[in-house]
């Protein structure tokens, strides 16, 4: 088969892979009809991920065909339509038993990362039957691909760990795809206000059309306040992971407030606890348990979720060599979600 | 009458005063009969509240009884015994009906801070309705006073805020007034363990007593991990206010778990955010609310709590200046909370 | 003045009445410049609420404008435009302060009831800082006026104690005033299937409009277990009042599911433990709080809820008596909420 | 092997039987050390549970050894000591995922139900990773056998259910052994007060040992109003499963309060809504999910809970039949637990 194979920092290429097949009775084989690019799989292309080697496939998101199911799946059969979770996750764990799948002692984030992942033709997902969720019918495979990670990541460590709810002033900081994915899911909860702070104008633009109040692009503490009137916001949700985006939520978020970090950061952040330790603030971080999957797929289905207006760019699977280079240039080529589609 | 009166950073002297009188229709006069001493109260000597001003009475803990009141307040009368609430709230705006009294609009902690405080024969109570807590008949006034402040304080920011719960496993970083405090309500959620991490041995011996399982005065990240087989602790509550303190706290902390602040910090920390942002941790701080104050009298009343044994010295109120001679050197003379009782 | 007077069941009259002064310091006086009509106003002209005495001024809901106010008002001044709650709350007592108005000890539901009311030019509202809510400028008065009473009842009542959230299958059981307002407001919390139950074909053609995925007219239970698969619905709100429609909830409820009570019950109705005990499901009654008043007047001022969509008929303030009239044959006259306009 | 065989309504027998044996490779076989006896088995010996075949081998609790397993099976070995839930669980339907294990669509209460039971030299325990608990070392097992379903029960659906809180008043309606199972496990959440309602002079006796702070043996509704002058109780736990319990509790509780039905029904009771409809009460009912059976493990390691004080009797596994009379005469004989123990 062929598959985007890592091999090293700047290095990668879609070349001929063995196809994978069964190793432990709760696998799966998944063919690849649908799969993305993360942000993260870009970090791991600069090498900011050593624990991923040379000669890894990469990807975790994905849509696909059950090929072939170890003697112990009991859930899954040959032929159905599945959604492929980012994480990994054995179901009888301690933290499994808590839906906190993210840390999963049998499982985690492992696709793309530790073990082969789903930017192939086919791929092996072990545990699989609570790493798979069947597709309802009628389902779009092309947009129901945006549930394996950013929806439930925007929805979990964006907006339920921020505790978003009715009447609320809410500001996102950073509207790349996963800033986007938790506005897209913020409006399950009803805030009165979302501001959206970014310096990029078209995102921004993206923004507005999905239903941001407010958009920011300079001066973002000033301006947040004073939008506010000099009270803050309720929630301030950190979508970038730098110390200065991190730094706007802090001195935004009013008495009482959260933060919720969905940023992935390399190096520590100085915490203002001189100032924040008498304002009853929380804190949340977290990586995605997508413990919340099923729920976004019945939204889905129901009509009252469009993720696929997060998808500016639709390749064939073959061409996802490109898509790298377009999604590394997102602020130019005005990317959001590359989607690729497997050729039948 | 006699009060304690701050002159600047360490100066402060046991002087005569006028008494205070009703200044607004909503406040009360208090005849205190038992205060006592805060940290905080050390740090104003020190001259690191730059808000107290030269002349200020200190304190913002007592229990007295009501002398006089304004015509608005409908909830005491001359002679009842009540509690002071360190924290004064107008129960109108929109922080005091959320019950988050501290950031009332119209209060806040502004005894022995912006106003004059308690630790004087005679004390003006604003918005006395709402700051005011009757004292059951039958109640121990020596015993009351810590639910002025330290009680709640341990119990609210510490304690529910690290939202401790059946069978977790707690450490308490700092075994000082606030962090037994913290001890001591901890048991009401029935926390398995409860780990109490400390520099001294007397405070430890103090902690056992009042039911810690272990304490840790060494090495306290490499045997906290130790203890817990290298899983961590649900919840680790930092009440010391010092860098070094809330870096133990966020090593020991596990997946999912919770750190609460209750130490007052004078300066920025380094938050571990490149280690923690996957490790779905929640982080709370706080002044404390004291609305749980109510709970706290019920439970007192029907025998379930005990803070009497925080009480290492009771002296008499116009022995005060001793009081805090002692209770600066608290380490040298075993001093947890000093009891300050006025003559009748 | 000119005022709604009840006379015993059955009777009423817009009559000539005094206009009501100042009685306690916490007082304020209202002219009213829009009001309604209350399911709840019907039961008492039938005599089933024995506490309305004869020569009682009705209603409880009501905009208006401050024409006066006790020296202890701090939060009002003549000229400004209040919402007033159905409910009267200190905001001191021991339910008050767990946001409980419903129960206040020295209010709760009065207005209308046992003292003077909202249908009249003018009104004496007790505890007003309390009881009383800004109008932010801008807002349209003739649609505010829903949130004296029945938006906060269907959102608190309905849709808060069902427990309704992101994905829910939702069964509202009754298509009336309030019932359409647990719809409203249930939309709040992004539920994936609303489905309505009535038995009057126009109520649930406006059901269908305000956005209930499925309307159902006969055979109700058999019908919901269709729809759902025979798994039943997270959430059954009872929205009539009469033991039928109580056991239709109890019948479509899933295990695990909630029912929350909002009609108005005469006499017992038959719990099903026999076969309920097992199902693991909560069950909640309610009078409304109207604590969520402040959210909801956020959320109309940012331009997300639409309660003017149930004013079904229009009519100046003195023509009272045909609004009754109307409202009196609310099926036959297609009538949800009528709207009673003061002459300015 | 020798096992308990219901025979119809009435009739039983210590009778010798086939040892079972692995059916599904998620099944284990587990040698039962000690069990004990439900009041559900006497509702089944009663003929009241007609899915309870003749032939069927009764009971649901148990502790014991591991003499197989599956192939399947991945969280046992032979030998290892386990503590077995009444409730069997996959771990992977929608309601295992939410923690509703009673509503397992591949097990639930089936032990000695649907299937043969642990009254028994050996029992086969379907779903075994999910459906069996390590015992931790050092963990006496005629103790740990409490938490198969009586501790969890009275934990989950009375003081869970209950919500049950710090200074809480709470009332439990029954001191049989589900009764004095949920007073055990309420002092986990520190209620000030625990009013204990019998007819039995002798249970109640035990409920004081227990920690009741009030008993109530005649005319408990006034009795319970008096004792909480007159407003009634945050928590009313109906422990019983008859009509006039059940009335009880709705005659107990305050507005704002929980009702939290454990006794099992057996047919409809009166639900006075035409009162409670204005109180604000919440009522759950419940089957046990077992889901905090691990953290119960950990209390107990701890030393925190002590369930042995409900074993009144102690007896050797084939002496069953007389335990089954001496429990059939549980007030005569005053017998609250009976422990089985089989000979080694």
Redesign the interface.
Same mark, same amino acid.
């Given at each position: 088969m062929k598959a985007l194979v890592y091999h090293g920092p700047g290095k990668y290429g879609w070349e001929e892979k063995p196809r994978p097949s069964i190793q432990e009775?709760t696998d799966a084989i998944v063919r690849i009809t649908h799969t993305t690019i993360c942000g993260t799989d870009l970090h791991i292309l600069k090498g900011d991920v050593p624990a991923v080697r040379p000669g890894r496939l990469l990807g975790h998101e994905g849509v696909g065909v059950i090929e072939e199911v170890g003697e %112990?799946v009991?859930?899954f059969k040959p032929g159905e339509r599945v959604l492929i979770s980012c994480i990994t996750s054995c179901?009888?764990c301690?933290?499994c038993?808590?839906?906190?799948y993210?840390?999963c002692r049998n499982g985690g984030w492992i696709l793309g990362h530790l073990i082969d992942g789903t930017q192939a033709e086919f791929v092996r997902i072990p545990q699989a039957?609570?790493s798979l969720y069947k597709l309802p019918p009628g389902l779009d495979e092309a947009v129901a691909v945006m549930l394996s990670d950013i929806l439930p990541t925007g929805h979990e460590i964006g907006v339920r760990n921020g505790e978003v709810k009715?009447?609320d002033t809410l500001a996102i900081v950073g509207a790349g795809p996963i800033g986007l994915a938790c506005l897209l899911t913020a409006?399950?909860?009803?805030p009165? %206000?979302i501001i959206m702070v970014d310096i990029d104008e078209n995102r921004l633009e993206v923004a507005r059309n999905l239903g941001a109040?407010q958009v920011v692009r300079e001066d973002p503490v000033r301006r947040v306040l004073e939008l506010t009137e000099n009270e803050g916001v309720d929630v301030a949700i950190e979508a970038v992971?730098l110390p200065e985006t991190?730094d706007i939520c802090q001195s935004i978020v009013k008495?009482?407030g959260h933060i919720a970090?969905v940023?992935?950061?390399?190096?520590?952040? %100085?915490?203002?606890?001189?100032a924040?330790?008498?304002?009853?603030?929380?804190?949340?971080?977290?990586?995605v348990?997508t413990?919340?999957i099923?729920?976004?797929l019945?939204?889905l289905?129901?009509g009252?979720l469009d993720p696929g207006r997060l998808v500016t760019h639709s390749l064939k699977l073959d061409e996802i060599e490109r898509a790298y280079a377009v999604f590394g240039n997102a602020e130019r080529e005005k990317a959001i979600k590359m989607l690729l589609v497997a050729a039948h």
């Open positions: 009775p %112990e009991e859930a179901g009888r301690d933290f038993r808590k839906n906190m993210a840390h039957d609570n009715l009447g409006h399950f909860y009803s009165a %206000e109040t992971g991190f008495p009482g970090n940023g992935v950061h390399g190096k520590p952040v %100085e915490f203002h606890i001189e924040l330790w008498i304002k009853n603030i929380t804190l949340r971080t977290g990586l348990n413990d919340t099923p729920l976004l019945k939204t289905k129901a009252r």
